[in-house]
């Protein structure tokens, strides 16, 4: 659980998520059980109902974590996506309604280009890369996700921001009908967040189109989400439709909903609590019942390239 | 405790003592044997990626669900006139107990990996873990003397110990309303359980000490 200099991975270091789950087999089999008897309710859970197809992508080495990436199988079935309800189980589960294609995404605001564009003119021009990225949850919990996706700073170019623009908002979906945790306020829907547009230039920034070298499942903010590694997740805007560049702050959702708990910055910091829990240390996903917590770093490891950003603001109060 | 009407003979009591508080005992294992059989990768309900934390919410729930019913014991026998119904009742109450501290415990190991001082602090300075502990010392005296023996010696002191049954479920439903992040239904329909079992215990009360206050009323206490 090192992060820092973003040091050289070589691809072969990392288990193929086959691989993973036919070391699971073998151990099944050399206990005397199939798999399958096994795991019938898990294997199902996260079988999407469409195969995700494959992308092209290559392995960004420089930009990736060398922790073990958690599996597909947590990734894909441990959400917090309240347009499909508040268990963590629940995205999984109700995902399935979420139509991808045809998708389209507007830009509106501070920019020379605007308008609304099709996903696939939106993923057009952009190489694939896929990038280990740690991920820490506002909730005091951990994954590392081997992403696939494109830098954030290279869409957000496109479309020419003007010197006014000093915010980048995006926003999720706002359809009930496919999203049905959208029935009941409890959030102000859509799903609203924003970053500062130095923040969202950072090359850290992704723009996520795939994880496990497919396409997203649904319930990871399929087809088009962003991914910040050095904030809490819920600052990462899932299945968004619109971009929007903007001289004043933008509200987000979570701010809006409890001011005192979530801030609009959401770095992350082990040193500023959450009113309710600490920040200091985080448990990470697939440990078990007998692993030990893990120090929370500051920027969740990523100081080096995120620091420059925050200099001379109090963290403490822009939480 | 052995109030069995007169119409009705052992029958019923057997019933109670070999029917229904063993079938009750097992209903009472069934959370704790699907935390144990998930984790041990058996064919039951998932319990997710992050097993620890789904084994939290069980055993607290579970925790919390007996305490109510334990609860609702004496209401039922008093709107159905089933004295039987008690005989279930230290049972639950002994089950409340042990899904709390087996809830505490998978906190300190599983979730803060047996780290003291994480966890001190966390009671200290974590006003929903101070009340759900606070709640959990409350009841190991009444787990305690749950006994035949130590009621006998307790006598009359036993029943006010027991009281502490009440300050504990309010602590209990707190504890959890405190630590939901934004959905406030469940801890909502939870504390309007509570208020409806303590109220109506508030409303017996009131009702019986207007009635001893009447010279007529036949005596209710």
């Not at chain 1, 008897?37 to 199902?44: I, K, M, N």
């Amino acid at each position: 659980m090192r992060m820092p200099r973003l040091p050289a991975i070589r691809p072969s270091e990392i288990t193929a998520e086959r691989f993973f789950h036919m070391r699971r087999d073998l151990l099944a089999g050399a206990l005397g059980l199939t798999a399958s008897t096994l795991l019938p309710a898990r294997a199902s859970a996260s079988a999407p109902a469409v195969p995700l197809a494959a992308l092209k992508y290559t392995r960004n080495a420089r930009y990736s974590a060398t922790d073990k990436p958690n599996t597909f199988e947590e990734i894909s079935s441990y959400n917090n996506f309240y347009e499909f309800g508040l268990d963590k189980s629940d995205p999984a589960a109700n995902a399935g309604s979420l139509r991808t294609r045809p998708w389209s995404l507007t830009i509106a605001g501070e920019a020379a280009v605007t308008g609304t564009f099709t996903i696939e003119d939106i993923l057009k021009p952009h190489p694939l890369e896929e990038r280990i990225y740690r991920h820490r949850c506002v909730e005091a919990w951990s994954m590392v996700i081997p992403w696939v996706g494109f830098p954030l700073a290279d869409l957000l170019a496109r479309f020419k921001p003007t010197s006014r623009a000093r915010f980048v908002e995006f926003t999720t979906l706002l359809d009930p009908k496919q999203m049905p945790g959208q029935r009941r306020s409890v959030l102000d829907w859509p799903y609203v967040e924003a970053l500062r547009i130095d923040e969202a230039m950072n090359p850290l920034a992704l723009m996520v189109v795939g994880v496990y070298g497919r396409e997203l499942p649904n319930q990871n903010g399929a087809p088009l989400r962003v991914h910040l590694p050095w904030k809490y997740g819920f600052k990462s805007a899932k299945s968004i439709v619109k971009i929007r560049f903007s001289e004043r702050q933008p509200a987000n959702t979570w701010a809006l909903s409890a001011p005192g708990e979530y801030g609009f910055y959401a770095n992350v910091n082990p040193e500023v609590d959450h009113p309710r829990w600490s920040q200091a240390s985080e448990r990470h996903i697939g440990g078990g019942f007998f692993a030990a917590r893990q120090p929370t770093l500051m920027f969740n490891g990523y100081a080096e390239q995120v620091a420059g950003l925050y200099k001379g603001m109090d963290l403490r109060r822009n939480f | 405790m052995s109030n069995a009407s007169p119409r009705q003979p052992g029958s019923i009591e057997r019933r109670y003592r070999f029917l229904y508080k063993p079938l009750l005992f097992i209903a009472c294992l069934v959370p704790l044997a699907w935390c144990i059989s998930g984790t041990l990768g058996l064919p039951v309900p998932t319990l997710g990626a992050d097993p620890p934390r789904k084994v939290l919410g069980i055993l607290g729930h579970t925790a919390l669900n007996l305490l109510l019913i334990t609860l609702a014991v004496t209401p039922l026998r008093q709107l159905t006139g089933n004295a039987n119904l008690l005989r279930l009742r230290r049972m639950l109450g002994v089950f409340a107990f042990s899904y709390a501290l087996l809830h505490f415990i998978n906190y300190v190991g599983a979730i803060q990996g047996f780290s003291g001082n994480l966890i001190v602090k966390d009671i200290y300075k974590r006003p929903y873990i101070t009340i759900g502990f606070a709640a959990l010392l409350l009841l190991l005296p009444l787990a305690i003397t749950s006994t035949n023996g130590m009621m006998r010696r307790l006598k009359r002191r036993w029943q006010s110990l027991h009281r502490l049954i009440y300050p504990i479920a309010i602590l209990g439903v707190w504890h959890y309303w405190w630590q939901v992040k934004k959905d406030l239904r469940e801890p909502l329909i939870y504390a309007a359980l509570l208020a409806a079992l303590l109220g109506w215990r508030l409303w017996r009360r009131q009702r019986a000490t207007s009635r001893s206050a009447s010279p007529t009323a036949p005596g209710t206490a």
